[in-house]
């Protein structure tokens, strides 16, 4: 069991220093170009994107992208101003679009492009094709900056491949970078490379077909929703490795793709790691949310990304996290960018935030996936040993996990760790572990393959456990500050609140003085008897929980 003291000791290191980071977090005012990229504008309300089929073909010398995206959209607000708003960054421009064989006009506004659609005469489906060429904006430190990567093997051969989450699709296609708008039908990609190269997409391989010019297409296709960042690609000196996993639904196909001179390592590494990850999650979380589309892990020239249906990997075939500093012992058990980023399969690209100011709902829920596969494999004392390693000294408080909405502004890099700590708390609190399991899995029925609010998911939970959690939400989630146990001892009486909380702020916890008999400490000062023999003994709290404790006079 974690020792409660360690985890109030790391509040108070990290309280110490909430106000300094306060004073620098400092936010700048939403420029126009932030709302047209992160909002729901009056050119995209009107429309539902339903599916992608995109081709591209990189130029790895000259770092430039040609391609060509057929949108297929439906109209569902029948009123509305014919003019389409699609995105498309930097150095890449529109070169034309063509509806009905017709071209049509557009003009641009920074990385927002607004095209002037056909009337829709009546039918709900439409299409369009749009022309576009470029450079792309290229990934300095990927995935985190995104972009595109253009590097070689350790043979000094091309690699490519493209990460964009935090800077957006339109990085790399024209689309609509709005994260809430999923295309119903799928995607189908087709990559256009040298014939000496492979090119790996989301989904299953459809064809590959050989050009005159010693060029290769592959075409690959999604037939389930996507998330428009989860959509990528990969080039190089790609060998296939095929494989099944005994799924919870039926046999799953799964693929992986690593570079030749790596092949050997899927059999005797990547496979039983992904293995029993997947045995974890599929108890955990319910089936695999893609059955249709398949699994792959593609080895990557980045750390990893949830790719959907192709999982980035980079992580040299080892446990632990490559180049990581402050791994712990029980970091050294999982390979962490193999779990980490297959939990995203659940939380990410099946339940998506629709904006990236809820990304906590991602991050914190894959984070706690870390935990559940320490416990899987070695217990649950394990896992929560893991947990307390891996929450010391790793949560800043410097603002709110949840960003500012409608700008595409990411939450606060605490929705890691802090969200691990909220779910963590979440399933302390329940005391159920098979209602809690049930609650996950239920959340992965229920928002299946959709774009939700950190809200939906909140509402969920708090109906699920049947008792009111929003204020914990609230103040976890919206505020920097950590609740503070303040108490006192009148002879065998125990006087308490929360200090430093919201109004209304309520949770239910276990003290060593009540012999672990659960209490609802408010804001208000209560009362209850206990057997202790001296005033001076300390206090210990469930240490579960995320809170300070403070003895009073």
Sequence with gaps: MIKGMYLIMLCLLVGATRARAQANAIK?????????????????????????????????????????????????????????????????????????????????DGDAWFVHVSPDKGSVFQTLTVYYSGKPKVSVNPPWDGGL??????????????????????????????????????????IIVPDTLTAIANGRLKSRRLGSDKTACYTW????????????????????????????KR????????????????ASYLIPEVHQTFHTFEQWFGPYPFYEDGFKMVEAPYIGMEHQSAVGYGNHFAHGRYKAKRLTAWDMKTDRMVVHETAHEWFGNNITAKDPADRWIQEGFAGFAEELAIEDRYG???????FLDRSTGRISNDKPVIGRYGIFEDGSDDMYMKGWVLIHMIRAIMQDDQKFRELLRGMNRTFYHQAVTSQQIENYITHG?????????????????????????????????????????????????????????????????????????????????????????
């Design 149 to 190: 990567i253009w590097t070689t093997d350790s043979l000094g051969r091309p690699w490519m491949a493209v990460a964009c989450q935090l800077s957006g699709a339109s990085t790399w296609y024209p689309c609509k970078t709005y994260i809430g708008d999923k295309p119903d039908k799928g995607v189908s990609v087709s």
């Design 465 to 553: 456990y049947g008792i009111n959690l929003r204020k914990v939400f609230d103040q976890y989630l919206r505020t920097t500050d950590v609740p503070v146990l303040e108490y006192r001892l009148r002879d065998h009486v125990m006087q308490y609140r929360f200090s430093d909380c919201i109004p209304g702020f309520s949770m239910p916890i276990r003290t060593s003085w009540t012999k672990g008999k659960e209490i609802l400490p408010t804001t208000n000062w209560q009362q209850a008897w206990v057997e202790t023999a001296a005033s001076a003994d300390t206090l210990k709290v469930n240490p579960d929980l995320y809170v300070l404790t403070k003895k009073m006079p």
């Design 380 to 386: 649950r004392a394990a896992g929560e040993a893991f």
């Design 251 to 266: 046999k799953l196909d799964m693929d992986f793709w690593v570079l030749d001179y790596n092949q050997q390592k899927v």
């Design 28 to 108: 700048g005012t939403p420029t126009r170009q932030d709302t047209l990229k992160g909002s729901v504008t009056p050119e995209r309300a009107w429309w539902d994107v339903m599916r992608y089929d995109l081709a591209v073909k990189p130029d790895y010398v000259t770092q430039t992208i040609t391609g060509n995206n057929r949108i297929t959209y439906k109209v569902i607000l029948p009123k509305h101003k014919p003019v389409m708003q699609l995105d498309l960054q930097g150095s890449l421009h529109i070169d034309s679009v063509l509806q009905q064989g017709k071209k049509l006009r557009f003009e641009q």
């Design 221 to 248: 296709e999604i037939v389930n929703p996507i998330n428009n960042y989860g959509l990528t690609f990969y080039i190089g000196q790609y060998v296939h490795v095929p494989d099944q996993y005994p799924g919870e």
